[in-house]
């Protein structure tokens, strides 16, 4: 047994915000605002604790084909994350990234992510929206085309990740136990959670009996 305390770097697919609100006889959207009003809860938690690196899986490049006003009710979500909550991380000096292909975006939306992006911390939030694992690789791949040889430092630092530590922990709410193309590369070694519970509904609580979990969990990266 070892104690890793508290991890560095942790990752979740907050899936299940579409049958809280089915089970509650409401529309989805309503499923994905209670979603929202969980991440508010669940950031604070996690950075109060000292984890440096959040990665929240809001949006995949499939989820273009949900119901049109599904997608854009996910996309006016966003664009009021952006505008209403993230100046309050920046202000408690979180940074803040996308990781996705953002030129999917309106130009306001853009421009804000762009500026968001340059403030400098050790600690951040990474919200995945308009992402999949396997284009972010061959993204990066592409970014080597003249070279015939690329080194895995040189792969890592053309991915949406770059410089920051693979995810210690990947949690999954929802029920399914499937990766669903997120980070791909940088799960390898992450200690994965799956959780029944829908996200809107995953507490606190239930955040630390993971974390606890974790901090005893013998972490080998291959090794014996
Ligand atoms: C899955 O629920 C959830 C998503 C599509 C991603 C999570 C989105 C949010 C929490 C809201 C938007 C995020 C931001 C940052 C504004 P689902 O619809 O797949 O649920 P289901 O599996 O029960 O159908």
Same mark, same amino acid.
């Given at each position: 047994?070892?104690?890793?305390? =508290?991890?560095?770097?942790?990752?979740?697919?907050?899936?299940?915000?579409?049958?809280?609100?089915?089970?509650?006889?409401?529309?989805?959207?309503?499923?994905?605002?209670?979603?929202?009003?969980? =991440?508010?809860?669940?950031?604070?938690?996690?950075?109060?604790?000292?984890?440096?690196?959040?990665?929240?899986?809001?949006?995949?490049?499939?989820?273009?084909?949900?119901?049109?006003?599904?997608?854009?009710?996910?996309?006016?979500?966003?664009?009021?994350?952006?505008?209403?909550?993230?100046?309050?991380?920046?202000?408690?000096?979180?940074?803040?990234?996308?990781?996705?292909?953002?030129?999917?975006?309106?130009?306001?939306?853009?421009?804000?992510?762009?500026?968001?992006?340059?403030?400098?911390?050790?600690?951040?939030?990474?919200?995945?929206?308009?992402?999949?694992?396997?284009?972010?690789?061959?993204?990066?791949?592409?970014?080597?085309?003249?070279?015939?040889?690329?080194?895995?430092?040189?792969?890592?630092?053309?991915?949406?990740?770059?410089?920051?530590?693979?995810?210690?922990?990947?949690?999954?709410?929802?029920?399914?136990?499937?990766?669903?193309?997120?980070?791909?590369?940088?799960?390898?070694?992450?200690?994965?959670?799956?959780?029944?519970?829908?996200?809107?509904?995953?507490?606190?609580?239930?955040?630390?009996?993971?974390?606890?979990?974790?901090?005893?969990?013998?972490?080998?990266?291959?090794? =014996?």
């Amino acid at each position: 047994m070892k104690s890793n305390a =508290i991890p560095k770097h942790v990752a979740i697919i907050m899936d299940g915000n579409g049958r809280w609100a089915e089970k509650r006889s409401l529309p989805r959207s309503v499923g994905h605002i209670a979603g929202v009003k969980n =991440i508010d809860i669940i950031t604070d938690y996690l950075f109060n604790l000292g984890v440096n690196t959040l990665t929240l899986f809001a949006f995949s490049t499939e989820n273009w084909n949900r119901p049109i006003n599904e997608v854009d009710g996910l996309l006016l979500l966003f664009k009021n994350y952006l505008i209403e909550k993230v100046p309050d991380l920046i202000k408690k000096n979180i940074g803040f990234n996308v990781f996705g292909d953002i030129s999917f975006f309106d130009e306001e939306t853009q421009s804000l992510i762009q500026q968001y992006s340059l403030v400098n911390s050790d600690k951040c939030l990474n919200i995945c929206f308009n992402y999949g694992g396997r284009s972010e690789i061959i993204r990066a791949i592409n970014s080597f085309v003249d070279k015939s040889c690329v080194s895995e430092a040189e792969l890592r630092s053309a991915l949406y990740t770059k410089n920051l530590p693979d995810p210690d922990v990947l949690i999954r709410t929802g029920g399914e136990h499937r990766i669903s193309n997120f980070l791909l590369f940088q799960i390898a070694y992450s200690e994965i959670y799956f959780i029944d519970t829908l996200w809107p509904d995953f507490s606190t609580d239930e955040l630390q009996n993971i974390l606890n979990d974790y901090a005893i969990t013998d972490r080998r990266f291959g090794k =014996i």
